[in-house]
């Protein structure tokens, strides 16, 4: 008898799966960075963001290279014993390496770097799990969309997904309106994933995406200093920070 065509699994994906010769390019270029720049900071991510990533890649292209992904084969890289360490003094930070944290080479001066990213910083949606910064209550009347200015209001089809997230609607002029104010979120609580939907649709952005700044590594002296400035330091306290996971199989990226 013929097999069944139908209810077959197919996969979408491939992913390959990295080999020992992959990651030993990964290792070299790292430590051919090592080589070439004066400085390797290591930093840490609040509220990862792929974009706003990109955008700090972006502006440093011309003067730095930076590394983010792999804790593990970054800190091999560099050495985490003074016997294993690729230059004098690297193993104290490559310890360092753990959680969301990437790497940044450049020959440009420490107090320069620290006060440009003691002003970057990129305010974007919170995420399920995220902690609400402040309550947000929507007032009776139409619901608005505070993404443009001045703010409109939602249009008539969208009011089943506002329904099905929990506000409770009725059509005026076909507006979705509140009859009663709705509270979507209190501060200091968790959020739930249709607490996040919501606030996005109305444009209530909570958390924002900095780089904070752990430690530097100094060629010219083999000394790692940590980096205490509380303008570059990321509040951990704050249950907004999304943590990465240490030496999982994710593409490190290097630009």
């Given at each position: 008898?013929?097999?069944?065509?139908?209810?077959?699994?197919?996969?979408?994906?491939k992913v390959s799966k990295k080999t020992r010769e992959h990651k030993?390019?990964?290792?070299?270029?790292?430590?051919?960075?090592?080589?070439k720049w004066k400085y390797c900071w290591l930093f840490e991510v609040?509220?990862?963001?792929?974009?706003?990533?990109?955008?700090?890649?972006?502006?440093?292209?011309?003067?730095?290279?930076?590394?983010?992904?792999?804790?593990?084969?970054?800190?091999?890289?560099?050495?985490?014993?003074?016997?294993?360490?690729?230059?004098?003094?690297?193993?104290?930070?490559?310890?360092?390496?753990?959680?969301?944290?990437?790497?940044?080479?450049?020959?440009?001066?420490?107090?320069?770097?620290?006060?440009?990213?003691?002003?970057?910083?990129?305010?974007?949606?919170?995420?399920?799990?995220?902690?609400?910064?402040?309550?947000?209550?929507?007032?009776?009347?139409?619901?608005?969309?505070?993404?443009?200015?001045?703010?409109?209001?939602?249009?008539?089809?969208?009011?089943?997904?506002?329904?099905?997230?929990?506000?409770?609607?009725?059509?005026?002029?076909?507006?979705?309106?509140?009859e009663n104010p709705h509270k979507i979120c209190e501060k200091g609580?968790?959020?739930?994933?249709?607490?996040?939907?919501?606030?996005?649709?109305?444009?209530?952005?909570?958390?924002?995406?900095?780089?904070?700044?752990?430690?530097?590594?100094?060629?010219?002296?083999?000394?790692?200093?940590?980096?205490?400035?509380?303008?570059?330091?990321?509040?951990?306290?704050?249950?907004?920070?999304?943590?990465?996971?240490?030496?999982?199989?994710?593409?490190?990226?290097?630009?």
């Open positions: 008898m013929p097999k069944s065509r139908r209810q077959k699994l197919v996969s979408l994906t030993g390019a990964q290792i070299s270029e790292l430590q051919a960075n090592v080589e609040g509220n990862m963001r792929n974009a706003h990533l990109k955008t700090v890649r972006r502006l440093w292209k011309d003067s730095a290279r930076l590394f983010f992904g792999r804790g593990a084969l970054m800190a091999k890289a560099l050495g985490t014993t003074p016997e294993e360490e690729h230059r004098p003094g690297l193993a104290p930070l490559a310890r360092q390496i753990k959680g969301q944290v990437g790497l940044l080479f450049t020959d440009t001066e420490p107090q320069e770097v620290i006060e440009w990213f003691k002003d970057f910083h990129q305010p974007d949606f919170a995420r399920s799990g995220n902690c609400a910064t402040r309550a947000v209550i929507l007032p009776a009347g139409p619901i608005m969309q505070h993404h443009s200015d001045p703010p409109e209001p939602f249009p008539h089809n969208e009011e089943p997904q506002l329904r099905k997230l929990g506000l409770t609607t009725v059509m005026r002029r076909g507006i979705p309106t509140l609580k968790e959020l739930t994933a249709e607490q996040a939907q919501l606030l996005k649709l109305i444009g209530e952005k909570m958390v924002t995406f900095r780089v904070g700044l752990r430690a530097r590594w100094d060629s010219a002296t083999g000394e790692v200093e940590e980096v205490t400035d509380p303008g570059v330091k990321l509040d951990v306290d704050v249950g907004s920070v999304e943590t990465g996971h240490e030496g999982d199989d994710s593409e490190m990226i290097s630009e």
